[in-house]
């Protein structure tokens, strides 16, 4: 049973570097198809899809963050991580990592969210 | 980018009562679409994929439909663990979600 762990800082300071990493257990980053997902939630509101990484290596970000993001990889600990720099205080979230599966990319397992607030 | 517009943003239902929500695209994504179920402080889960495909472990009475821009989800007896908020989501080009669809308690 595949699953999903979030961890790192809960507070960043403004203009900082966010960096969360993504374990998974079960599985292998860098087999099957499958994407690795970075997905956040502002307080109150939707969801927003930040980027991926494919099991390939293969990266894509959503375009309104593309310039900031990165995703990366380390298959000797089978974990995938999100860096985000300069953040400021819309970047308060709370930050789900998750499983896409196959063609349409289907969110299919979540880690549980971990909360980053972004505060002096 | 394409934007995906749902309706309503909030609907109030009974127990047992029929629940369409409606998710459209700005332009055709196909069936590039997926539905999710969000409860208060859990992550989303995934209820439909590809438009149509029912998620394993889901119950039936979940359905959805549609293609090209227009789409939707119907719980067709609403139970009291399906007060959540929905959220659909096209991966036809880069990754969006709908803004929500909450479904409270008459």
């Known amino acids: 049973q595949v699953r999903l762990q979030e961890s790192g800082p809960g507070l960043v300071k403004p203009s900082q570097t966010l960096s969360l990493t993504c374990t998974v257990s079960?599985?292998?980053?860098?087999?099957?198809?499958?994407?690795w997902n970075w997905i956040r939630q502002q307080p109150g509101q939707g969801l927003e899809w930040i980027g991926y990484?494919?099991?390939?290596?293969?990266?894509y970000y959503n375009p309104s963050l593309q310039s900031q993001v990165s995703i990366s990889a380390d298959t000797s600990k089978n974990h995938f991580s999100l860096r985000l720099p300069s953040v400021t205080a819309a970047d308060t979230a709370l930050y789900f990592c998750?499983?896409?599966?196959?063609?349409?990319?289907?969110?299919?397992?979540w880690g549980q969210g971990t909360m980053v607030t972004v505060s002096s | 980018d394409i934007q995906m517009t749902q309706s309503p943003s909030s609907l109030s239902a009974s127990v047992g009562d029929r629940v369409t929500i409606t998710c459209r695209a700005s332009?055709?994504?196909?069936?590039?679409l997926n539905w999710y179920q969000q409860k208060l402080g859990q992550a989303p889960k995934l209820l439909i994929y590809?438009?149509?495909s029912l998620q394993s472990g889901v119950p039936s009475r979940f359905s959805a439909s549609g293609s090209e821009t227009d789409f939707t989800l119907t719980i067709s007896s609403l139970q009291p663990e399906d007060f959540a908020t929905y959220y659909c989501?096209?991966?036809?080009?880069?990754?969006?979600f709908g803004q929500g669809t909450k479904v409270d308690i008459k």
């Open positions: 990484i494919y099991s390939s290596g293969a990266t």
């Open positions: 079960g599985g292998s980053v860098n087999s099957g198809d499958y994407y």
């Open positions: 590809a438009a149509s």
């Open positions: 989501q096209q991966t036809y080009s880069g990754r969006t």
């Open positions: 332009q055709t994504i196909y069936t590039y």
């Open positions: 998750a499983r896409g599966r196959g063609w349409y990319n289907a969110l299919d397992i």
